[in-house]
Structure formats: structure tokens, C-alpha cells
């Protein structure tokens, strides 16, 4: 039962780097490992608290992931294009189809596309570098700020989930 558990464990904290990483599981992957558990335990009243709480966390990732990079561009004076140079940039740097890059490859991307895609699609939209360049650095930060807040929602998950479940298989 303890290798079930520390592997579902495992999975989870592999949660907590996709809340973080964009394009890799998160929050999601941290539910599924608690209703895991609650199939192994045959119990779901076990899981109940961290359940609920991991709900929640699901529910407010989507919320911060939206918002954040939103605050981020209108106070950077983003428009939508350079929102949707962002998504594109993410995109086209996760699938490496940005210049072949010595170190780093997709997560690199990951970093660099949204902050290239952001400039380019505001430069078309308002024809100033200066702009654009600050609308790129608002999207980015406000997109990193996103993801650290639900780094810490899921940190706060998977904590939730070992203390009320750690005295059902340590004791």
C-alpha cells in the first residue's frame, strides 16, 4: 500500500512542475492521482477533504491562467493581438519551430515564443517597437505570475492530500 501511495505521490509532484511548465499536466494530473487513491482505499469518504480541495485548486488554476496573462497585457497597454501573438508564440516555441536552439529546445521555446509572438502581433497591430516590446514583457510576466500562483495552489493541493492521508498508511 506505501509504494501505491508514494508513487501516486510522485505523480502529483509531477503536478506540481505542469501547474508551473505550461503544456504539461497539472492540477489535473494531481485529481487524478487522489481519485487513484480512492479506488486503491475502496473509500472515497478517505479522500473527501483533499478531493474538494483539489476541485477548488482545478477551478481557480483556470481562473489565475486567464487572468494573469490578461492583468499582465492591460497593464503592459496590450491589445488582443499581441494576446494572440502570445498564444501562438507558446505554441510555435513548444513544437520548436523557432530557430534550433543550443540549449534548452521546447522549454526554452516555451520561454522565448510567447515573448517574440506577443512583440510581433503587437508591432502589427500599433507599428512601435517600444510598444511592442513593452506589451510582450507584460504578457510574459504576467503569464509567469499566473504560473507560479498555481505552482503554489498545487503545492497546497498535494499537501492538503498527505497530511489527511499519511495517518490512514503510517498507522
Same mark, same amino acid.
Given at each position: 500500500?506505501?509504494?501505491?501511495?508514494?508513487?501516486?505521490?510522485?505523480?502529483?509532484?509531477? =503536478?506540481?512542475? /505542469? @501547474?508551473? %511548465?505550461?503544456?504539461?499536466? &497539472?492540477?489535473?494530473?494531481? !485529481?487524478? #492521482?487522489?481519485?487513484?487513491? $480512492?479506488?486503491?482505499?475502496?473509500?472515497?469518504?478517505?479522500?473527501?477533504?483533499?478531493?474538494?480541495?483539489?476541485?477548488?485548486?482545478?477551478?481557480?488554476?483556470?481562473?489565475?491562467?486567464?487572468?494573469?496573462?490578461?492583468?499582465?497585457?492591460?497593464?503592459?497597454?496590450?491589445?488582443?493581438? =499581441?494576446?494572440? /501573438? @502570445?498564444? %501562438?508564440?507558446?505554441?510555435? &516555441?513548444?513544437?520548436?519551430? !523557432?530557430? #534550433?536552439?543550443?540549449?534548452? $529546445?521546447?522549454?526554452?521555446?516555451?520561454?522565448?515564443?510567447?515573448?517574440?509572438?506577443?512583440?510581433?502581433?503587437?508591432?502589427?497591430?500599433?507599428?512601435?517597437?517600444?510598444?511592442?516590446?513593452?506589451?510582450?514583457?507584460?504578457?510574459?510576466?504576467?503569464?509567469?505570475?499566473?504560473?507560479?500562483?498555481?505552482?503554489?495552489?498545487?503545492?497546497?493541493?498535494?499537501?492538503?492530500?498527505?497530511?489527511?492521508?499519511?495517518?490512514?498508511?503510517?498507522?
Amino acid at each position: 500500500m506505501q509504494i501505491i501511495y508514494w508513487s501516486l505521490v510522485a505523480v502529483m509532484i509531477f =503536478g506540481i512542475v /505542469g @501547474a508551473v %511548465v505550461p503544456a504539461l499536466p &497539472g492540477s489535473s494530473l494531481i !485529481l487524478i #492521482a487522489i481519485i487513484i487513491w $480512492g479506488v486503491v482505499q475502496k473509500s472515497f469518504a478517505a479522500i473527501s477533504t483533499p478531493l474538494i480541495v483539489t476541485g477548488v485548486v482545478l477551478l481557480l488554476s483556470i481562473g489565475v491562467d486567464f487572468l494573469a496573462g490578461y492583468i499582465g497585457a492591460k497593464k503592459a497597454g496590450a491589445s488582443k493581438w =499581441g494576446q494572440i /501573438g @502570445a498564444f %501562438v508564440g507558446l505554441i510555435v &516555441g513548444f513544437l520548436g519551430l !523557432l530557430p #534550433a536552439l543550443p540549449v534548452g $529546445g521546447p522549454l526554452l521555446g516555451m520561454l522565448l515564443g510567447p515573448l517574440l509572438g506577443a512583440i510581433i502581433g503587437e508591432y502589427l497591430y500599433c507599428k512601435n517597437f517600444q510598444t511592442a516590446i513593452k506589451a510582450g514583457i507584460g504578457i510574459v510576466v504576467g503569464t509567469v505570475v499566473g504560473n507560479l500562483i498555481q505552482g503554489l495552489l498545487a503545492i497546497a493541493a498535494v499537501a492538503v492530500f498527505i497530511y489527511t492521508t499519511y495517518p490512514q498508511v503510517f498507522n
